[in-house]
């Protein structure tokens, strides 16, 4: 993301290269589903260059939100900010309540308005920067947290971008290696989990449609793009109220993922939509850009 997430898909690390339509990916419905370099919430520029988080508060793909810590002290988001929960299951409403039968349960929160996940985007964000000291803070402190909540798969797609700074920031050899295959796992491990979470999926799409085309993974990255469109069409589960920031990232890094595939048309279809959304915003006009360059 050259700063863009989060949107928020503030987004992920290394450079876009050329698709390789070869490796498909996990878009398995609700039951079960699954990440990688270059790259949240309020974790997200151009499709010819790397793409980043997006940013929901600044509508900026970003993968994630500007600085708010000194992360120089020891103080811990994670003491003062609640972390992300799954949706709750639907219930039987009550009919004294006014509230018919099968009604649909109320939708959850935007994923990438979580405190917890503002604070990690931010943070996320100098690292993607440049900052290796708090790529590897941020690192230590996405593997303490996922120890004591394990199920957060939130934080866990964040610890595999982390991983994938890490890779970023190493010398050539098997370790930068090793770290990219550590931010895969645990990217597909987190949409696996939670495969409806549609910050979760972004987080992995926008990580693989950075990765270089060597990796095999543009494809993966497709499919998550498809799978979110479908989320936001109506046609699959989605339990989430997003903003329209959210909504307007997904279109864009989806017409740029679109464009590595060369299809024209769904990158124009993807664009307009976001676009109608707000054509002022920062990411309006980055579509607009765009969507300039097909003609």
Request: no cysteine.
């Amino acid at each position: 993301m050259k700063p863009v997430l989060i949107l928020l898909l503030t987004a992920l690390p290394l450079a876009a290269q050329m698709s390789d339509p070869s490796q498909p990916a996990d878009t398995s419905a609700p039951a079960a589903d699954a990440s990688t370099t270059n790259a949240a919430p309020t974790a997200p520029a151009s499709a010819s260059s790397s793409a980043v988080p997006f940013n929901p508060a600044e509508n900026e793909p970003v993968v994630h939100a500007p600085p708010i810590s000194d992360t120089s002290t020891n103080a811990s988001p994670m003491d003062e900010a609640h972390v992300i929960h799954t949706p709750p299951a639907p219930s039987t409403p009550d009919v004294s309540s006014g509230i018919p039968n099968g009604a649909p349960p109320a939708l959850s929160p935007d994923p990438f308005t979580d405190p917890l996940i503002v604070q990690v985007v931010a943070r996320y964000q100098k690292a993607w920067d440049g900052d290796k000291k708090e790529a590897q803070a941020l690192t230590a402190d996405l593997e303490r947290w996922m120890k004591d909540e394990p199920n957060n798969y939130l934080l866990m797609a964040y610890l595999g971008s982390a991983y994938a700074l890490d890779s970023r920031d190493s010398w050539i050899g098997p370790g930068k290696l090793s770290y990219l295959k550590k931010g895969d796992a645990a990217l597909d491990t987190a949409v696996k989990s939670d495969p409806t979470n549609p910050a979760i999926r972004l987080l992995r799409a926008m990580n693989y449609y950075e990765l270089p085309a060597m990796f095999g993974k543009h494809r993966a990255a497709h499919d998550d793009f498809a799978y979110l469109l479908e989320q936001l069409r109506g046609a699959l589960p989605m339990p989430y109220a997003l903003t329209n920031d959210t909504r307007q990232a997904i279109y864009y890094y989806a017409g740029l993922s679109d464009v590595q595939f060369d299809d024209t048309a769904g990158a124009k279809e993807a664009w307009q939509t976001g676009l109608a959304l707000a054509p002022q915003s920062r990411l309006g006009v980055k579509i607009q850009a765009e969507l300039a360059k097909l003609k």
